[in-house]
């Protein structure tokens, strides 16, 4: 693997912070803000949470649709979840009151992945760190706060109005940067965001797969890493 690499692109979720923590954590304060931090709602909140992301779509980074509404899909998508859970457990009049304290809350600052900043400190030294990730511009940048120090660059696809993997993103992060794709490696967890849309830019990847799945038929890597850390000794040689 090259090591002249000027810019290292990091995903956030699941690949520096810990997304379902940051969710787990955003929920038992927006329904303790309303004295209902109950188990069975919860699981409501959860449930709903994870079936209507699919439902609606916005696990389909490649439709058009999607990639045009993103953003607005998300918020939408936060706005239901209290709203099903208010109306199963009796407090729809309070749905909006515990759907701004989840997205208060889910502006902070982030649990880690392990190892996760740690590495990103060591690296730093050596490569500019940048942050490529879908998402909400507020909720984005509270949550990366641990590792402001450390990054040359955040981009973030509301900020953007284009998300990964679509050319519009990568072309703009490029020309922001001055850089040339294979001056770039991605560094993500997501096949259909991170690495397929680093790969359509000519950039290098890195798939961090923590689950150790298998690598699908035609999909293309650079290299293939199970914990942050090991980062390190890849690109050191």
Known sequence: MRKDYKYLI???DHTLIDFDAGVERAFHKALAAIGRDEPAVLRTCVDFDNGNWDRIGLSDVHSPEVQAR???LY?????AIFEHAGAVHGFLSQARQTEETFNREFCAPAHFIE?????VEKLSKKYRICVATNGLTDMQYGRLEPFAPYLYRVFVS???????PSGEYFDYLLKALGAKAQ?????????SSDMAGAN????????FNRSRSALPRGVSVT?????IAELLPLLEG
């Open 10 to 12: 990091f995903d956030a």
């Open 70 to 72: 993103f953003h607005e």
């Open 75 to 79: 918020r939408a998508h936060v706005r």
């Open 115 to 119: 190892g996760a900043r740690e590495t």
């Open 158 to 164: 509301e900020e953007m109005n284009a998300i990964k």
């Open 183 to 191: 001056e770039c490696l991605m560094i993500g967890d997501s096949l």
């Open 200 to 207: 359509a830019a000519g950039m290098d990847r890195v798939w």
């Open 223 to 227: 290299a293939e890493i199970h914990k």
